[in-house]
């Protein structure tokens, strides 16, 4: 088995925030509604079940990295796409040849202290970050080096 890799996921606390993954049955849920492809392709093809998150809370005032959950089942067709009641329908996909996928992730832990967008910006050593660089990516991938100095900026003792 490799070495787990390690994400950032983005979501708008007022969809779905890092306290309703925690207060979910067993603090696990699907990450649906995905429409992004390169998002699409990392959910469908590269996570894997022990993948590491760091949860971000974006569109809000003063965005930030506020917990970690881990990937608890790879990828598998995003099934609300098929639904015409939902936000995330889409036509085009099909339980026969689905266009999106999903993973579930489970609540592990909140930082000890958020680490903001802004102070994100501020450490040239996370500038290949993708959040960092205009990056709209809902799903992007996180460096080995950058995941343990945003957990340093956290407060979480190695």
Same mark, same amino acid.
């Given at each position: 088995m490799s070495a787990p890799r390690y994400w950032l996921f983005k979501s708008e606390p007022s969809s779905f925030s890092l306290s309703d993954?925690?207060?979910r @049955? #067993? $603090?696990t849920e699907h990450w649906d509604g995905v429409r992004n492809f390169q998002a699409r392709n990392f959910l469908r093809d590269e996570i894997k079940?022990?993948?590491l998150v760091f949860f971000y809370h974006s569109n809000i005032p003063e965005p930030a990295i506020v917990g970690i959950a881990q990937v608890v089942r790879e990828g598998? @067709? #995003?099934?609300? $796409?098929?639904? @015409?009641q939902s936000n995330y329908f889409d036509p085009?996909?099909? /339980? %026969?040849k /689905?266009?999106?996928f999903m993973v579930d992730v489970r609540f592990v832990s909140e930082l000890p202290r958020p680490v903001t967008l802004n102070e994100l910006k501020e450490? @040239? %050593?996370l500038a290949q970050l993708p959040l960092l660089n205009r990056s709209r990516l809902s799903i992007q991938p996180v460096s080995a080096e950058a995941w343990d100095l945003i957990l340093r900026l956290a407060g979480v003792q190695g």
């Open positions: 993954l925690k207060n @049955p #067993d $603090a079940v022990g993948d598998y @067709p #995003d099934f609300v $796409a098929w639904d @015409p085009r996909s099909t /339980p %026969e /689905p266009v999106w450490i @040239p %050593e």
